[in-house]
């Protein structure tokens, strides 16, 4: 690779200053000094979710109905989409994310239009929490023109720059980095620009095993470095594609876990371990860490220990897993856990959970007769966004792009 820029090296040369500038400050404080460290702490979320000792339960009724609401859809959406696939209708790898809601809509609800979302290659869920529409996504699973990415895309690469989602990534790690970027980006317009309003947030989903790879760790780096407004979120659901959590990553020292939390405060930043199953406990830890990150006081690492109840993938068969520990999870399925706790809390009646599941069913089945519904791609879209006039092959003398021209897509087109 190259060198970076002279504007690359001016721009970080400057948040350096700027943080140089803080430091010395702080220092001339003298007494103060003490008061201003920051601390990186691993710690664990609040174990109790139950109603307080006022009687006032953790969540408004109107939030808990739409987290619930998210959750239904996300299992739903995922169910249908196995359907589909040994229907004939999906093609390539399709990796569900069934059993983990809980994380999605733990954080992601709590997100705003203007903050922004990095996903893995189980991104649908995510993608459906930020507002992306569940007929685009059905129809780009599809391969359909009125898909988010027109059918470019497909299961493992969804993108809408309108809901802030940036993306998911096939290979493990691509989306860290880019996440990084987004938030970097709102720190810099803040810090150096000196836009006050600009305090989006980002944040990256990714699992246990990325946590092994080299983008992982540059990336805590970085975003420790300019107190980036990043959100780092490890879904550790215990198994990378077919290896077992603690037979690929070592043990944090003295601990009989190989934790990944604790890797946070090693880069100075707080680090949390959160049970991934239940949606509450996650969107208390999310709220401290999407407020930590708005005030400017940098980045979160957040492990939420959950569970896929399928295969890595529709082409898995799932045989590594024991029966015995798929059951275990099983009972701790965080929609019956969240729904249990909104009725004996008043927070939804019976009837309200049934329309919630009502809508859910109608919104799912209208996903999919839009896809089947809708067109392929034109051939004409094959070759955009690869070259940028846009599609790299020049203006013909007539001052049309010369892939417009009669005949082009089958190369009988006279170019000269």
Known sequence: MGAPSSGSRTMMASMTSQASARRASVRAAGPQRAALRVRAVATTAKKDVAPSATGKSAITPEAAKDVYYDMVLGREFEEMCAQMYYRGKMFGFVHLYSGQEAVSSGVIRLLRPDDHVCSTYRDHVHALSKGVPAREIMAELFGKATGCCRG???????????????????????????????????????????????????????????????????????????????????????????MNHPRATARTLGDEDPFIYKKGPAFGMPGVLVDGMDVLKVREVAQEAIARARRGDGPTLIEAETYRFRGHSLADPDELRSKEEKAKYAARDPIPQLKEYMLKSGLATEAEIKEIHDKVTAEVEDSVKFADESPKPDMSQLLENVFADPRGFGIAPDGRYRYEMPGFTTGTAQVS
């Open 152 to 242: 470019q895309g497909g299961s493992m690469h969804i993108f809408s720059a309108k809901h802030g989602v940036l993306g998911g990534y096939a290979f493990i790690g691509e989306g860290i980095p880019v996440g990084v970027g987004a938030a970097f980006k709102s720190a810099y317009r803040r810090q150096v620009l000196g836009e006050e309003s600009s305090d989006s947030v980002t944040v990256s989903f990714f699992g246990d095993g990325t946590c092994n790879v080299g983008q992982f760790y540059e990336s805590l780096n970085m975003a420790a470095l300019y107190k980036l407004p990043h959100i780092f979120v490890v879904e550790n659901n215990k198994w990378a594609i077919g």
